[in-house]
Every structure is written in C-alpha cells, then in structure tokens.
C-alpha cells in the first residue's frame, strides 16, 4: 500500500517546527521515517502534514557532560552505534542499538523518532528506560522534562502531545565498575526479536552487587523495568543464580501473546544479559 495524500513542509527552525505543530490540526514530525512512513503504507497513521525536521543540524548535535551526554533528537542510530565518544561514554546503547534493523535503517532512523514512536519491541526505548534517561519536549509555550520510564504509555503512545516536539535526550553515562549485558533472542538479524534484554549493574571491589536496572522488550506493552533488584544487592551471584533471578523477574511480564513461551525466552535472555553485567562490572574493578 501507500500512504494517503499528505502535505510536506521542511521546517527551517524549532521555532517554525512548533509553530506547525501547534497551528495544524494532524501534523506529524517526521526525521529518519523508518517508522512513520512503514506505518503510513499500511494507513495506520493519517497525517495531514508532514513537517520535516532533518534541516536542523542544531537537533544533531552531541554533549558530553560531567556524568550524562546529552544527544539531539536527530542523532542517527548509526551515530550511536559508531562515533568514538559515544560508544566509550554509552557502551550499552552502542551495544544495543546494534540490534535495530540492518545498516540502511540505522543510517536513516534517529533516537528521538525511535523514542517518540514508542515501539514496545524497540531497542533504544529499552536502553533509555534501564538507563534512566531523561527526555525534553519543546512546545510554543514552553518545555518540559519526563523521566524515560514515565514516557512509554502504551503501544506506540508515548507522553508527548501533538504540539510537542521531542529535542534533547538526556543519556546518563556509565560510571566507573559499571558493566551492561544487551540480548537478542531473534530468528534472523534484522527482524523483531523474540524476547530481548538489558542490564546495567555496578559491583564493589570484592564481586558484591552495589545497583542494578534491568529490562525487558516484547513483555508488555511498553518497555518493561524490573523492579525487584533487592533481591541481588549485596550477592555475589553466579551464572545459575542469575537464571534463576531471571526466572523471578519475568514473571511480571505481560507479553500480548504465547505468554509461556515469551516468558521462558525472555527469562534466558536476561540471565544472559545480567550475567554479562555482572562480568563486565567486575573487569572494570580491574
């Protein structure tokens, strides 16, 4: 199929962006289009204007700060995969965002499209959530900030309004001792994953679990946080432990179908995401 008839405008500022969206009933941002346009071919989404965002290079643009980058909503996907300064600072989002389509898609798709379509199988949605990200929408008669675990509302439905735009994500960066694990139970590369997984987790000098965050993709409807971490901290856990901390932690999962199945998938995928977590964690004590 193709998409119905829709209108186009290349914004030239964030302001004339906001004025758009605030002044046209139906407008819809669009950067890399990996997701809108997909869903515009199928009639899902019926946007009466197109506002074209991808000629403001200020939205591409990268900050390291003391303990966080900071990344425009127009950073490709590949950027994050490739540029030195955010794989050293962002392994984990390195790590994962890997597992998003093949190189074409990567190349095209941005991080605020990936956050705003709010795809519950998305790996940055995921890494932004575990990581404790914070996102910045810009709308005519001001900002706001929402923590990344209170964005993702539903499937596909995010906390952004349709005057809003989102322009900055604030990406914590890993600390000293912290390690990350990033899975991906997948039939073929490049397709939606089964089941995936991520952690982030800090140990002390001596192996003890200090802090972890974990989650899960294709659970529920949305990214889903694990929010029994206690039952590690202070444990020096081995690979069959973890399996069964995974097996524990799964059972909140909602995914929307098979749920026995999804649930056992998703289980040996987050073992193995917090297994590599915990050993990445202890090399940096290193």
């Known amino acids: 199929m193709k998409p ?4 186009y405008v290349r914004a030239e500022s964030v302001a004339h962006t906001l004025a758009l969206l605030s002044d046209v009933d139906g407008a819809r941002v669009i950067a890399g289009g990996q997701s809108l346009v997909t869903m ?6 019926r946007p009466t204007l197109l506002v074209d965002v991808t000629a403001l ?11 966080s980058v900071v990344l425009g909503t127009l950073v490709r996907q590949r950027t994050l995969e490739t540029d030195p300064l955010l794989t ?7 790590d994962a965002v890997r597992h998003t389509g093949h190189v074409a898609i990567r190349n095209r798709g941005t991080l605020g499209g ?5 795809d519950p199988s998305g790996e940055l949605p995921l890494v932004a959530v575990v990581s404790g990200a914070t996102i910045h929408l810009e709308f005519q008669r001001g900002r706001r900030e929402v923590a990344a675990e209170d964005f993702f509302l539903s499937y596909y439905m995010a906390d952004i309004e349709p005057d809003e735009l989102l322009t900055w994500v604030r990406m914590p960066t890993q600390s000293p001792g912290q390690g990350w694990g990033f899975t991906e139970h ?21 192996g003890r679990v200090t802090s972890v965050r974990a989650g899960l993709l294709h659970a529920a409807d949305r990214p889903l946080l694990v929010r029994e971490p206690a039952d590690v901290i ?8 973890w399996a069964s901390v995974a097996r524990s932690w799964v059972r909140s999962a ?16 987050l073992a193995t995401s917090l297994t590599l977590a915990y050993r990445r964690a202890q090399e940096e004590q290193l």
């Open 186 to 206: 997948v039939q073929r590369h490049g397709e939606y994953g089964i089941a995936d997984a991520g952690a982030l987790m800090t140990t002390d000098a001596k």
């Open 40 to 45: 515009m071919n199928l009639r899902l989404a």
């Open 114 to 118: 990936a956050l705003a379509h709010a």
């Open 4 to 7: 119905a008839a829709v209108d």
């Open 234 to 241: 202070g444990e020096n856990p081995s690979s069959e432990a």
């Open 88 to 94: 050293h600072r962002l392994p984990f989002a390195a």
């Open 254 to 269: 909602e995914p929307a179908e098979d749920p026995d199945y999804i649930r056992a998938v998703a289980a040996d995928a």
């Open 57 to 67: 290079p200020e939205l591409a643009r990268t900050f390291d700060d003391v303990d």
